[in-house]
């Protein structure tokens, strides 16, 4: 079984990438070992029909031509990129406060939805203001309500004459 840094130094060999130990060393290999023939000549196998079956391509123009060509169309569209506006409507402002301006917003609708949250579903003061009869004329009377413990305690006392 061939190890795979022997694969890859067989693919350097047949690419003419091997200098010293390692050339000679592959050669060696080569010699004595059917497996690493066999890959080899796999190798040189695929690597002909990939050359062979490469087209040619070649362009109209001279290749100054063409890379000029290149350039003028990048160098556009870079042109038109800076004269186009930006989208993002804060683009023209300083960048502490394009950095800022969204904070704060976030900051106020965090607030008023806290607000209204309140508001809406939170305890207020009057809400726990009870109203106490009672028959005799010389009493008093304190209430106290507690919502994180859930309880109410209501003093009456009587005055003494």
Do not use: C
């Not at 406060?97 to 305890?123: D, E, Q, W």
């Amino acid at each position: 079984m061939i190890n795979q840094e022997t694969k890859l130094k067989l693919q350097a060999y047949l690419d003419n990438e091997l200098s010293g130990a390692d050339l000679r060393e592959i050669a060696a290999v080569l010699e004595r070992d059917p497996e690493a023939r066999a890959l080899y000549a796999e190798l040189e196998g695929t690597r002909s029909l990939l050359e062979a079956g490469e087209l040619e391509l070649k362009v109209p123009e001279s290749r100054e031509f063409y890379w000029s060509k290149i350039q003028r169309e990048i160098q556009r569209e870079s042109r038109e990129a800076t004269a186009r506006p930006s989208r993002f409507f804060l683009a023209g402002y300083p960048r502490w406060f394009r950095i800022l301006a969204p904070t704060g917003g976030a900051a106020l609708v965090l607030t008023a939805a806290l607000s209204v949250v309140r508001l809406t579903t939170g305890p207020s003061a009057l809400s726990y203001v009870h109203e106490l009869e009672t028959p005799l004329e010389d009493t008093s009377v304190i209430s106290f309500h507690s919502q994180s413990a859930g309880m109410t305690v209501v003093w009456v006392q009587g005055q003494e004459n």
